[in-house]
């Protein structure tokens, strides 16, 4: 059974730093794909940034420069750094697992964690 876990989440004024992590069980974060995906009041749940087990990285543009994705193989940890916070960055945010198996691809989430940055 795969968990995932996030924590880091929080509040933070504009222009600062967080941290979150995403601690998998159930599932090798190395070779799978981990992405991070938020969704904001009202709105659809997106990507923000996705690792694939060779170490390639895709970020949505809005997060391009400032939020980096990446994991670390004996935690089994996925993480997001996110840089330079704005407020439009506010949202719950998802860790996700996609597990391939031949042609389909199986996706585990995690509960979110919420993060709010302040004007």
């Known amino acids: 059974q795969v968990q995932l876990v996030e924590s880091g989440g929080g509040l933070v004024q504009a222009g600062g730093s967080l941290r979150l992590s995403c601690a998998a069980s159930?599932?090798?974060?190395?070779?799978?794909?981990m992405g991070w995906y938020r969704q904001a009041p009202g709105k659809q749940r997106d990507l923000v940034a996705r690792i694939t087990s060779g170490g390639s990285t895709i970020y949505e543009d809005s997060v391009k420069g400032r939020f980096t994705i990446s994991r670390d193989n004996a935690k089994n940890t996925a993480y997001l750094q996110m840089n330079n916070l704005k407020p439009e960055d506010t949202a719950v945010y998802y860790c996700n697992a996609r597990l391939r198996i031949g042609a389909t691809d199986f996706d585990s989430w995690g509960q979110g964690t919420l993060v709010t940055v302040s004007s």
């Open positions: 159930g599932i090798s974060v190395s070779t799978n794909t």
